[in-house]
């Protein structure tokens, strides 16, 4: 498979290490940056092997989905889906590795290895409750290198990213109207190409597609300004 991407090139970022996107687990600086979808990275040379998503004529790609990789080593364990190698055995879903399986089958037994220590709320995965800590803590690891935003997971960074770019991956299937957020499409789809109404009013039961129809709506039966 050949692949032609955007070009990636390497951005070693000049400003306070205070406004360099970190690690969400340490205090070390990750000052390069991928220019294509804004991933940081502690060195060099993590850089450049991600760059080969993006830039690198030849790449692995699965003969079973549109998934590819960069290295042989990334599809090989991918593969293991395919091959169901690591099944599971409530509901049959395949896991690239044992690791991964094991975290997946916490979903049916409903163990909660890992505790806050703040709140004591518990959680299946120890990434989940790193994050969660955030809330107590107040950080922001995860920093915009356009603005001084912070956020506290990657996936809120990304989807920040693109109010700069302008970048709207997500597409509705129905009018290939497109979106920066997967919440948004899922409003759209529903308040333009469904008849769903999930919002329903308390003193008349008339249902509504969204919860600021309802609101204003609901006006018109306790007499409200605003």
């Known amino acids: 498979m050949i692949y032609t991407g955007e070009s990636c090139c390497e951005v070693k970022t000049e400003v306070d290490n205070n406004d360099i996107t970190e690690h969400p687990h340490d205090d070390k600086p990750t000052p390069y940056v991928c220019t294509v979808c804004h991933k940081?990275?502690?060195?060099?040379?993590?850089l450049k092997r991600h760059s080969r998503r993006h830039t690198a004529d030849t790449v692995y790609?699965?003969?079973?989905?549109?998934?590819?990789?960069?290295?042989?080593s990334g599809l090989y364990q991918h593969m293991n889906i395919h091959?169901?190698?690591?099944?599971c055995t409530e509901c049959s879903k395949c896991c690239e590795s044992s690791s991964l399986?094991?975290?997946h089958m916490r979903s049916h037994s409903g163990e909660k290895p890992f505790?806050?220590?703040?709140c004591n709320k518990r959680f299946?995965?120890?990434?989940?409750?790193?994050?969660?800590?955030r809330i107590h803590s107040g950080e922001k690891p995860y920093k915009?290198?356009?603005?001084?935003k912070s956020f506290t997971t990657s996936g809120h960074l990304k989807a920040h990213i693109r109010v700069h770019t302008g970048d709207k991956p997500y597409t509705c299937s129905l009018c290939d109207k497109r979106f920066s957020r997967a919440n948004h499409l899922q409003l759209h789809k529903r308040q333009?190409?469904?008849?769903?109404?999930?919002?329903?009013?308390?003193?008349?039961?008339?249902r509504f597609k969204t919860d600021i129809e309802l609101r204003r709506h609901v006006r018109t039966h306790t007499g409200a300004k605003s």
């Open 40 to 46: 940081p990275f502690m060195s060099r040379d993590s």
């Open 192 to 206: 333009v190409h469904s008849d769903i109404k999930p919002y329903g009013c308390f003193y008349c039961g008339k």
């Open 115 to 118: 505790e806050c220590t703040v």
């Open 61 to 72: 790609s699965c003969t079973e989905c549109d998934k590819f990789f960069s290295l042989p």
């Open 144 to 148: 915009c290198l356009m603005c001084d």
């Open 124 to 133: 299946t995965r120890s990434d989940n409750l790193v994050i969660h800590s």
């Open 101 to 103: 399986l094991a975290v």
């Open 83 to 87: 091959r169901s190698k690591y099944q």
